[in-house]
């Protein structure tokens, strides 16, 4: 059988939920008085080839 | 003899207030007999010495100084405590919970254990990993995730024993948290896996409402169980539930798995399975059910029959006090089909299912295949029976208006009744018409008042009818319970009030809508019905 | 160098500017006069805000501060023989910051004004900018009519000895001078933001050198005068907050493999900036114009495109990038608390870390965010956004409104290509 520790893990922890894109569900969580966050999420920018190349290697 | 000491911090300044919370922190610190931190001003000194915290080198602090002054126990670690304190000084700390990169995010809650994630399909990848590589669980909500992309996650999560429920997952219940669209639902011995949202929804509703309750309902995406994805959340899951000590039941929500996926399931129950199933292929073959599994596992064709099984395999008690009170026994379902059939003119003969929940127009689609042969749909069993138009029903419709037509660019109907209310008025409209059908879907995530939202068009609606010389029949199912915000008493009884015939399975709503538009109220045909969808087979 | 190791290299620098510039102690330590102070500031030559520009590059507004200045030092007694001597080059005018002077708006520093010397004893620098003028027209929106000379002279001949006379006095008993960075963190908990807001810090700063200012031997009549100038005067104080966040950033300055800014700046036509690790080497692009709101009488189309080293505030991780502890400013650049908000969440995005000594109450005491990094503005595309007056295009109207400027990203993109190129990435 496949490991499920972090699964159970779940199970038995405090839920706590990082919500990311629409931010309907954040304040739907809240109501529940879930402990969250909310990310304002936006999609990155394109960037030229040539800076992706040198952040892929020094970020 | 207790220990004092001192420790000067050079132009060091913190407001008095955010200090006075510290000192309070600070004498709670294992160790600490008395303690303060503050800025090093005459009167803050005076203060210390008469606490008897000052010492020689906090008597020369300027009042552009902090002193952090402890007075320890002389067993205790006083460089550790002292330590201690200049960490919670520069600690970061905050109170708004909105943050620019899911970096930011995670570091702000600490012990975050599941990412809500409904950014478009196209960009799920790169927001999903980031949390799997940290270990925290994901229930997937975005629509429009490249399949390739669901593997590739699924696996990546898989290799690490996490979660990833979803793409186009709406609903999972973990520990009593209802994640995107899910209700308050009891806690109880029985786990769900389901590949099909609103029929979770309406499984843990259901057993709830029967007074069992749930460990947790974890919503997989219907293409987990489909042979690209190969089923492997629905069997993480599984394993899981296994695991659960709580879990007694383990209940499978699903339209027809592809066949490896389904004997995938079906050899897992068998083989390394040691808890009881029940599974719930919705509209799915009878498969042979493995002789080392006779006896705890069942199989069910509808969501109500699962629900009821599930509660069944937990105690025999309340599976029959549900089926009586709860469920509605055939003759009750006899006698309301009866007196609403009786009220229809000459020429009402068809039925139209305006729905929110997809799994909830499948299961109808799938029952009115039995009863009534093919029915039009947006999403029909049945090619050939695609309504060319989907704003507009012909004969027997049943319409999903979850779907991408009704809901680009706006909210799911769930929230935003705007587009069924104009409908029902517009069904009304149509001679032919006996019988509309709406599922009411309650709970977090959903409209906070969808009964009252609708009122207007219900009574609007039967107006129409009326004026024209007819009866229309309103059928609804409340999908929720009286825990929810919205009370699904409340819900029922505004409901009722508009002349509306409540049903309490999505199930029953589809068998009762049936029997009327064919006038086909006989008892003989609703057993036999029953036995067919309403319970299972061992 | 394997790309993992580079990665430390960086971080370790970054993490080391980054700690230099809040460990930075900057003091006001003493007055002087610019030629006898300042390095390398001598004949016929002025400084100015921003990037070098050459003088048909210029905008109105630098321009006329040059103009003035050129007037003020009695090299010319008419605008037009003034601008004769700029356009010919008879009059030298070089950048602030490689003098390590600060100025705002047109920033412009002649070589007889009066400036304020303020010094880092933990890294041993030295800082210098000129004295605020005041609102209304002022050299440094490039006014340069009788009476913004004659105020400029006024404040050379009463207000520079009454501050020098104080500072002697402050520093009477072995004090190392006044403690620029405390009134700073101060007033970020009484509501400036510190760029465009100093209210707070006024007051504060009227606190300390009070008594020092009238203890000092100077006539009666004109410590009254130059306290009243600085009472009335509400950003009197932005200089010295410009200074000592030059003090800051110097510190965090000259660092091999650091990735973050040392310097933001513009001059009315371009911005540019600094990066640690890329020594004095600009990157600019042409600046743009604030969004804001407008004084009585004046819209988007009087607006000049952004000017000034007061962005070097926000460099030091305060200004606009601490605009969630100043909601009192935000009518004042057009914008909403909420705005306000976000927008220090948002900085924390590029930035480096949460500043250690200057915190933002209602954000829990949270830290401002500190040291923009390139590689991060490139990656989110999240530029600095920071806060700002707006001057008139023409010279000598002066300023027609305040608001909020972000900066371009393709600086940052050249400081990049630039950095991977001088370490071989």
Same mark, same amino acid.
């Given at each position: 059988?496949?490991?499920?520790e972090?699964?159970?893990?779940?199970?038995?922890?405090?839920?706590k939920i990082?919500n990311?894109?629409?931010?309907y569900?954040?304040?739907?969580l809240?109501?529940?008085g879930?402990q969250?966050?909310?990310?304002?999420?936006?999609?990155?920018p394109?960037l030229?080839?040539?800076?992706e190349?040198?952040?892929?290697?020094?970020? | 003899?207790?220990?004092?000491?001192?420790?000067?911090?050079?132009?060091?300044?913190?407001?008095?207030?955010?200090?006075l919370h510290?000192?309070?922190?600070?004498?709670?610190?294992?160790g600490v007999?008395?303690?303060?931190?503050v800025m090093?001003?005459?009167?803050?000194?005076e203060?210390?010495?008469?606490?008897?915290? =000052?010492?020689?080198?906090?008597r020369?602090?300027?009042?552009?100084?902090?002193?952090?002054a402890?007075k320890?126990e002389?067993?205790?670690?006083i460089?550790?405590?002292?330590?201690?304190?200049?960490?919670?000084?520069?600690?970061?700390t905050?109170?708004?919970?909105?943050?620019?990169s899911i970096?930011?995010?995670?570091?702000?809650?600490?012990?975050?254990?599941?990412?809500?994630v409904?950014?478009?399909?196209?960009?799920?990848k790169?927001?999903?990993?980031p949390?799997?590589e940290?270990?925290?669980?994901v229930?997937?909500f975005?629509?429009?995730?490249?399949?390739?992309?669901?593997?590739?996650?699924?696996?990546f999560?898989?290799?690490?024993g996490l979660?990833?429920? #979803?793409p186009?997952?709406?609903?999972?219940?973990?520990n009593?948290?209802?994640?995107a669209?899910?209700?308050?639902?009891?806690?109880?011995?029985i786990?769900i896996?389901?590949?099909?949202g609103?029929?979770?929804?309406?499984?843990?509703v259901?057993?709830?409402?029967a007074?069992?309750?749930i460990?947790h309902?974890?919503?997989?995406g219907?293409r987990?169980?489909?042979?690209?994805?190969?089923?492997i959340?629905?069997?993480?899951?599984? #394993?899981?539930?296994?695991?659960d000590?709580?879990?007694?039941v383990?209940?499978?929500?699903?339209?027809?798995?592809?066949?490896?996926?389904?004997d995938?399931i079906?050899?897992f129950i068998a083989?390394?399975?040691?808890?009881k199933y029940?599974?719930?292929?919705? #509209?799915?073959k009878d498969?042979e059910?493995?002789?080392?599994?006779?006896?705890?596992l069942?199989?069910?064709r509808?969501?109500?029959a699962?629900?009821?099984?599930?509660?069944?395999?937990?105690?025999?008690d309340?599976y029959k006090?549900?089926?009586?009170?709860v469920?509605l026994p055939?003759?009750?379902v006899?006698?309301i089909a009866?007196?609403?059939?009786?009220?229809?003119?000459?020429g009402?003969?068809? =039925?139209?299912?305006?729905?929110?929940?997809g799994t909830?127009?499948?299961?109808?689609?799938?029952i009115f295949?039995e009863?009534?042969g093919d029915?039009?749909?947006?999403?029909?069993l049945?090619?050939?029976?695609?309504?060319?138009?989907p704003?507009?029903?012909?004969?027997?419709?049943?319409?999903?208006?979850?779907?991408?037509?009704?809901?680009?660019?706006?909210?799911h109907?769930?929230?935003d009744?705007?587009?069924?209310v104009?409908?029902?008025v517009?069904?009304?409209?149509?001679?032919?018409?006996?019988?509309?059908m709406?599922?009411?879907?309650? #709970?977090?995530g959903?409209?906070?008042?969808?009964?009252?939202?609708?009122?207007d068009?219900?009574?609007?609606?039967k107006?129409i009818?009326?004026?024209?010389?007819?009866? =229309?029949v309103v059928?609804?199912?409340v999908?929720?319970t009286?825990?929810?915000?919205q009370?699904?008493?409340?819900?029922?009884r505004?409901l009722?009030e508009?002349g509306?015939?409540?049903?309490?399975?999505?199930? =029953?709503?589809?068998?009762?809508?049936a029997?009327?538009v064919?006038?086909r109220?006989?008892?003989?045909l609703v057993?036999?019905?029953?036995?067919?969808?309403?319970?299972?087979?061992r | 160098m394997?790309?993992?190791?580079?990665?430390?290299?960086?971080?370790?620098a970054n993490k080391?500017a980054?700690?230099?510039?809040?460990?930075? /102690?900057?003091?006001?330590v003493? !007055?002087?006069?610019a030629?006898k102070?300042?390095?390398d500031?001598?004949g016929?030559?002025?400084?100015?805000a921003?990037?070098p520009i050459?003088?048909d590059?210029?905008?109105g507004p630098?321009?006329?501060a040059?103009?003035?200045?050129v007037?003020?030092e009695?090299?010319?007694?008419t605008p037009?023989?003034a601008?004769?001597?700029?356009?010919?080059?008879e009059?030298v005018?070089?950048?602030?910051?490689?003098?390590?002077?600060v100025g705002?708006m047109?920033g412009?520093?002649s070589?007889?004004?009066?400036?304020f010397?303020?010094?880092?004893?933990?890294?041993?620098?030295y800082a210098?900018?000129?004295?605020?003028e005041?609102?209304?027209?002022?050299l440094?929106?490039g006014?340069y009519?009788?009476?913004?000379i004659?105020?400029?002279?006024?404040?050379a001949?009463?207000?520079?000895?009454?501050?020098k006379?104080?500072?002697?006095?402050?520093r009477k @008993?072995?004090?190392p001078?006044?403690?620029?960075?405390?009134?700073?963190?101060q007033?970020?908990? !009484?509501?400036?933001?510190?760029?465009?807001?100093y209210?707070?810090?006024?007051?504060?700063?009227?606190?300390?050198?009070?008594?020092? !200012?009238?203890?000092?031997?100077?006539?009666?009549?004109?410590?009254?005068?130059?306290?009243?100038?600085?009472?009335?005067?509400?950003i009197?104080?932005?200089?010295m &907050?410009?200074?000592?966040?030059?003090?800051?950033t110097?510190?965090?300055? &000259?660092? /091999?493999?650091? %990735?973050?800014?040392?310097?933001?700046?513009r001059?009315?036509?371009?911005i540019?900036i600094w990066?640690?690790?890329?020594?004095?080497?600009?990157?600019?692009?042409?600046?743009?114009?604030?969004?804001?709101v407008w004084?009585?009488?004046?819209?988007?189309k @009087?607006?000049?495109?952004?000017?000034?080293?007061?962005?070097i505030t926000?460099?030091?991780?305060f200004g606009?990038?601490a605009m969630a502890?100043?909601p009192?400013?935000?009518?004042?650049?057009?914008?909403t608390v909420?705005?306000a908000?976000e927008? %220090?969440?948002?900085?924390?995005?590029i930035?480096?870390?949460k500043?250690?000594?200057?915190?933002?109450?209602y954000?829990?005491? $949270?830290?401002t965010p500190? &040291?923009?990094?390139?590689?991060k503005?490139?990656? %989110?595309?999240i530029?600095?956004?920071?806060?700002?007056?707006?001057?008139?295009?023409?010279?000598g109207?002066? $300023?027609?409104?305040?608001?909020?400027? $972000?900066?371009?990203i /393709?600086p940052?993109?050249a400081a990049?290509?630039r950095f991977? $190129?001088?370490y071989?990435?």
């Amino acid at each position: 059988m496949s490991n499920v520790e972090k699964i159970l893990e779940l199970f038995r922890s405090e839920v706590k939920i990082v919500n990311v894109g629409l931010e309907y569900f954040y304040k739907e969580l809240k109501k529940q008085g879930v402990q969250a966050v909310h990310v304002m999420w936006q999609p990155r920018p394109k960037l030229e080839k040539d800076l992706e190349e040198i952040l892929d290697k020094i970020l | 003899m207790p220990t004092v000491r001192n420790v000067v911090k050079k132009n060091f300044f913190r407001d008095s207030v955010q200090l006075l919370h510290l000192s309070e922190e600070a004498k709670k610190l294992p160790g600490v007999i008395d303690a303060a931190v503050v800025m090093g001003t005459e009167l803050n000194k005076e203060l210390l010495e008469k606490q008897g915290l =000052l010492t020689r080198k906090g008597r020369e602090a300027g009042e552009n100084d902090m002193i952090i002054a402890v007075k320890a126990e002389d067993s205790a670690d006083i460089e550790g405590i002292i330590s201690k304190i200049e960490e919670m000084l520069t600690a970061p700390t905050t109170v708004e919970t909105y943050y620019y990169s899911i970096e930011s995010a995670i570091e702000h809650l600490p012990g975050a254990n599941l990412a809500l994630v409904s950014v478009p399909g196209q960009y799920a990848k790169e927001v999903v990993k980031p949390f799997l590589e940290r270990g925290i669980h994901v229930h997937l909500f975005s629509d429009h995730v490249p399949l390739e992309d669901e593997i590739e996650l699924k696996r990546f999560a898989a290799e690490r024993g996490l979660l990833v429920m #979803g793409p186009e997952a709406g609903t999972s219940i973990i520990n009593g948290v209802a994640v995107a669209f899910a209700n308050v639902v009891n806690r109880g011995p029985i786990g769900i896996v389901a590949a099909a949202g609103t029929g979770l929804q309406e499984v843990s509703v259901l057993i709830s409402r029967a007074g069992s309750g749930i460990t947790h309902g974890i919503g997989v995406g219907g293409r987990d169980v489909k042979s690209a994805v190969g089923g492997i959340m629905t069997l993480l899951s599984m #394993g899981a539930f296994e695991a659960d000590p709580d879990t007694q039941v383990i209940t499978i929500v699903s339209k027809p798995p592809s066949p490896d996926v389904q004997d995938k399931i079906i050899n897992f129950i068998a083989n390394e399975g040691k808890k009881k199933y029940v599974t719930c292929f919705i #509209g799915g073959k009878d498969y042979e059910i493995p002789p080392v599994a006779k006896g705890r596992l069942v199989q069910t064709r509808t969501l109500h029959a699962a629900a009821l099984e599930a509660v069944r395999m937990v105690s025999e008690d309340l599976y029959k006090e549900a089926v009586k009170k709860v469920f509605l026994p055939p003759e009750e379902v006899v006698k309301i089909a009866e007196a609403e059939a009786s009220k229809l003119s000459e020429g009402q003969k068809y =039925l139209r299912g305006l729905f929110t929940g997809g799994t909830l127009t499948y299961e109808s689609l799938v029952i009115f295949q039995e009863l009534l042969g093919d029915v039009w749909s947006n999403t029909p069993l049945n090619k050939d029976y695609q309504l060319p138009d989907p704003w507009k029903s012909k004969e027997n419709s049943v319409v999903d208006l979850g779907e991408e037509e009704f809901t680009a660019g706006r909210a799911h109907p769930m929230i935003d009744p705007t587009i069924r209310v104009q409908r029902i008025v517009e069904e009304a409209k149509d001679p032919e018409v006996a019988v509309l059908m709406l599922d009411m879907v309650i #709970g977090y995530g959903s409209h906070p008042d969808p009964a009252g939202a609708h009122l207007d068009a219900i009574r609007k609606a039967k107006e129409i009818a009326k004026e024209g010389g007819r009866h =229309l029949v309103v059928l609804a199912h409340v999908l929720g319970t009286d825990e929810d915000p919205q009370n699904a008493a409340e819900q029922e009884r505004k409901l009722r009030e508009a002349g509306v015939i409540v049903l309490p399975t999505n199930a =029953l709503m589809a068998l009762t809508a049936a029997m009327i538009v064919t006038g086909r109220t006989d008892e003989a045909l609703v057993k036999s019905f029953y036995e067919k969808f309403l319970v299972g087979r061992r | 160098m394997a790309s993992s190791s580079i990665k430390e290299e960086i971080e370790k620098a970054n993490k080391k500017a980054v700690e230099r510039m809040m460990e930075s /102690e900057p003091h006001w330590v003493d !007055m002087g006069v610019a030629k006898k102070v300042i390095p390398d500031l001598k004949g016929m030559k002025l400084l100015h805000a921003g990037p070098p520009i050459t003088w048909d590059r210029a905008s109105g507004p630098l321009k006329g501060a040059l103009i003035g200045a050129v007037i003020y030092e009695g090299w010319a007694d008419t605008p037009e023989k003034a601008e004769r001597l700029l356009k010919t080059g008879e009059v030298v005018f070089e950048p602030t910051h490689p003098h390590r002077v600060v100025g705002p708006m047109a920033g412009v520093v002649s070589p007889s004004m009066p400036v304020f010397i303020f010094y880092d004893p933990k890294f041993g620098n030295y800082a210098y900018t000129n004295m605020n003028e005041g609102l209304g027209k002022v050299l440094r929106y490039g006014a340069y009519g009788k009476e913004v000379i004659d105020r400029l002279k006024w404040m050379a001949e009463v207000l520079y000895p009454v501050l020098k006379a104080t500072i002697d006095e402050i520093r009477k @008993d072995e004090k190392p001078g006044l403690n620029f960075k405390n009134i700073i963190a101060q007033a970020l908990h !009484m509501g400036d933001e510190c760029h465009n807001r100093y209210v707070a810090a006024n007051a504060l700063l009227l606190k300390e050198i009070s008594p020092y !200012m009238f203890s000092t031997g100077i006539d009666r009549k004109d410590v009254i005068a130059a306290y009243n100038f600085i009472a009335r005067n509400i950003i009197f104080p932005l200089n010295m &907050g410009m200074a000592a966040a030059k003090l800051m950033t110097l510190a965090a300055h &000259g660092i /091999e493999y650091s %990735t973050i800014v040392t310097v933001m700046t513009r001059n009315g036509t371009d911005i540019g900036i600094w990066v640690s690790s890329l020594g004095e080497e600009w990157f600019t692009a042409p600046a743009p114009i604030p969004k804001g709101v407008w004084f009585p009488g004046y819209s988007e189309k @009087d607006a000049n495109p952004d000017i000034g080293d007061s962005s070097i505030t926000e460099t030091a991780g305060f200004g606009g990038f601490a605009m969630a502890a100043a909601p009192a400013i935000i009518s004042y650049v057009g914008s909403t608390v909420e705005f306000a908000i976000e927008n %220090t969440k948002r900085m924390y995005e590029i930035t480096y870390t949460k500043h250690k000594y200057f915190t933002i109450p209602y954000l829990g005491f $949270q830290g401002t965010p500190t &040291g923009v990094d390139i590689r991060k503005v490139v990656k %989110t595309g999240i530029t600095p956004t920071i806060n700002t007056g707006i001057a008139h295009r023409e010279p000598g109207v002066g $300023q027609v409104g305040a608001g909020i400027v $972000q900066f371009p990203i /393709e600086p940052f993109k050249a400081a990049l290509r630039r950095f991977a $190129q001088k370490y071989g990435i």
